[in-house]
């Protein structure tokens, strides 16, 4: 479905999954509720990448909020198939439980990262500009030395940190510069 977007035919899904369509159907009865399993099972691949990227010996706030910046640029394949499939996905939000699912995840997000000890402002502006880097990252529009720049900087102020005392001096100098946008 990655490739082929919600309109793809359960014969191409169940032969590029080595099953029968019989087989297929046995586990999901319509394309529905195979389009709310993939969503359900990406939602709980992303929340289990970011836990393992949870340091617990961080006895300090912001430490989930750091674990979902090291999650979301670490380049996993959980993370990379998050925001580079999402596009082929149109129209799923219309189908009441991946809405259902959907809401559920964000509230869990909202109030685990609520709960992390930092200010609201800046568990959005940390949490929203990851996600950015990490699609900025799947679709290679962002040179590899200014992304690890980039989540150097996102690490510092999920810390507490702020732009003004944010060590340059551990890049040898100024920012790398972002890619250059083609027309």
Do not use: C
């Not at 082929?88 to 959907?102: C, D, F, H, L, R």
């Amino acid at each position: 479905m990655a490739d082929r977007g919600t309109g793809v035919s359960l014969d191409y899904i169940a032969k590029h999954a080595g099953v029968s369509k019989g087989g297929l159907l046995h586990h999901f009865p319509n394309r529905e509720a195979l389009i709310v399993a993939l969503v359900d099972d990406a939602q709980q691949q992303l929340r289990d990448s970011v836990l393992q990227h949870l340091d617990l010996t961080e006895n300090r706030p912001g430490k989930l909020l750091r674990a979902y910046v090291r999650a979301m640029t670490s380049g996993a394949e959980a993370t990379l198939q998050y925001f580079t499939a999402a596009p082929s996905w149109a129209g799923i939000y219309q189908i009441p439980k991946v809405s259902e699912i959907t809401t559920a995840d964000t509230r869990w997000w909202n109030e685990n990262l609520a709960a992390d000890g930092l200010s609201p402002d800046r568990i959005l502006v940390v949490r929203r500009a990851a996600e950015g880097l990490a699609a900025a990252v799947a679709y290679g529009d962002e040179p590899p030395a200014a992304a690890e720049h980039a989540r150097a900087l996102l690490l510092h102020l999920a810390d507490n940190g702020g732009l003004d005392d944010f060590p340059e001096s551990i890049w040898g100098g100024p920012a790398p510069t972002p890619a250059p946008v083609s027309p």
